[in-house]
């Protein structure tokens, strides 16, 4: 194993939303930063398989770091996304009560999202929730409602925030490892299955594995249960069944199966929640399918499940004690943890990485840069632009008026600038989170050879070296002829 020359000042584990952020924010500094991730891009962990919900911070107990965090990071994310360029949008939320017995529930959560500081709250009835939401079920009879909620895009939210802040200057290592974190005099030695990386702090932002890493340093163990929630996503035809995002009255699992509008127009139902100890199991199972399907009409009526056009499993960090744990180990200095970050840890993100940045800053008596770079403008959309804007955008690059995916009418020119930006795509589902192609009705079964195509000559490869989402994905394994 190759020992890494450079010593870096901070290395972060994780390039999910929290790592993400931290970075973010700890650019902002005159820091010798690393996040070192062991897949081929950001957002490729719990950050990309969740329901896309900017929480308004209604149910989260109040006094906890998570409930702070909640109402700090929603409160931040239109500024951020105004500065960052991403999709984000504040649709409101209701949490609905189907009968007399549930009141009470309603009433405490109301009670507890005013100690949390939750803005322009307010308890409905049931004529003012069927005013919101026509489809509303029959059966709902009041609801909480937060105008604050929102929702936003979990793909461009992370990959924003990683960007800026690659371009301040933090170095991202992929398809990077760590399997081992050793205490050093002057700070930590973390082996990986690229070398050794030398660093005087580590934060620790590993998702469902911050743990294992935890548990690496710390007599003080944590433990942490990778929770499955399955959802199901329907076509943008569908995506205007409901304005708000619905939630049922929590129970001891969250807030059950929720329907709401994504920021790009469908509509997603879902998550299921089931404890594993595999934190790898992001597959779907029929059972957990199933559920999603019986249980999201409970609340809303008259949904089009003929419009599905896919399914997909994610993986919660949930912590033992149902908190966010951060801050520097006790028994392990210069080791800070971000851990156990599950709902409503990417509403909290913008407050997590800022919470953990201002730690290390006064720890290590950081000084802010001059030349900080605080905004960013995300992937050009032509049909974002008038007809007069995009047929001087095509006469100027041809390539805008390729059109590649039909479904989402993503252009070659929109594919192009994913994989040249900085941390740009370098898989099929690299250019899906950054553009949207093969994310519409067909999911890819129409543009991904051209995609392909426009990745191997944008990369230098050959097509054979294109992979879905990393070394383990191929698409190509041979040609016809190879199997006469």
Do not use: W
Not at 8 to 14: E, H, K, L, Q
């Amino acid at each position: 194993m190759t020992q890494t020359e450079k010593i870096y000042d901070v290395i972060i584990i994780g390039g999910g939303v929290s790592g993400a952020a931290t970075a973010r924010e700890l650019s902002r500094y005159k820091v010798n930063a690393c996040v070192l991730e062991k897949e081929e891009d950001v957002c490729c962990g719990t950050s990309k398989a969740n329901s896309g919900i900017v929480h308004s911070g209604v149910d989260a107990a109040h006094g906890s770091l998570m409930a702070k965090l909640n109402v700090l990071g929603s409160e931040m994310m239109e500024d951020l996304s105004k500065e960052l360029d991403f999709a984000y949008r504040r649709n409101g939320s209701l949490i609905v009560c189907r009968g007399e017995e549930d009141l009470p529930v309603l009433q405490k959560l109301y009670e507890n999202s005013m100690k949390n500081g939750v803005k322009e709250l307010r308890i409905l009835t049931q004529e003012e929730v069927r005013a919101l939401e026509p489809n509303i079920a029959d059966e709902v009879i009041a609801a909480v409602y937060a105008p604050t909620g929102g929702i936003v895009c979990p793909f461009e939210l992370n990959i924003a925030l990683a960007e800026n802040a690659n371009v301040n200057g933090v170095v991202f290592k992929f398809n990077t490892e760590v399997t081992d974190i050793r205490k050093e005099d002057d700070g930590y030695e973390l082996y990986t299955n690229k070398g050794v990386y030398r660093t005087r702090y580590v934060v620790n932002a590993a998702g469902v594995y911050a743990d294992k890493f935890h548990n690496m340093v710390s007599a003080k163990k944590i433990h942490i249960t990778p929770r499955r929630g399955e959802y199901c996503l329907l076509d943008q035809a569908a995506g205007e069944h409901v304005n708000c995002t619905i939630f049922g009255c929590p129970g001891k699992f969250g807030k059950g199966i929720l329907v709401t509008p994504t920021v790009h127009g469908n509509l997603l139902i879902g998550p299921t929640a089931s404890d594993l100890e595999d934190k790898e199991a992001v597959s779907t199972t029929a059972e957990g399918l199933g559920e999603v399907i019986a249980k999201s009409g409970l609340n809303v009526k008259n949904l089009p499940y003929r419009q599905v056009i896919t399914s997909f499993a994610g993986l919660r960090a949930h912590e033992d004690g149902h908190e966010f744990i951060i801050g520097e180990v006790e028994d392990a200095k210069g080791f800070i943890d971000c851990a156990g970050i599950e709902s409503p840890g990417l509403t909290s993100a913008p407050a997590i990485g800022k919470m953990v940045a201002d730690i290390l800053k006064d720890k290590m008596g950081l000084e802010e840069k001059e030349d900080f770079i605080a905004t960013r403008k995300g992937v050009l959309h032509p049909k974002d632009l008038t007809k007069e804007e995009r047929k001087q955008l095509i006469k100027e690059h041809p390539a805008y008026g390729t059109i590649i995916c039909r479904c989402e009418m993503i252009s070659e020119g929109e594919i192009m600038d994913a994989i040249r930006r900085p941390i740009g795509a370098k898989s099929l589902d690299g250019v899906k989170r950054r553009t949207r192609a093969g994310m519409g009705r067909c999911q890819a079964g129409f543009c991904s050879p051209r995609t392909m195509e426009i990745l191997a000559r944008e990369l230098g490869k050959e097509m054979s070296e294109i992979t879905k989402s990393g070394e383990k994905s191929k698409i190509i394994v041979g040609t016809n002829k190879d199997s006469l």
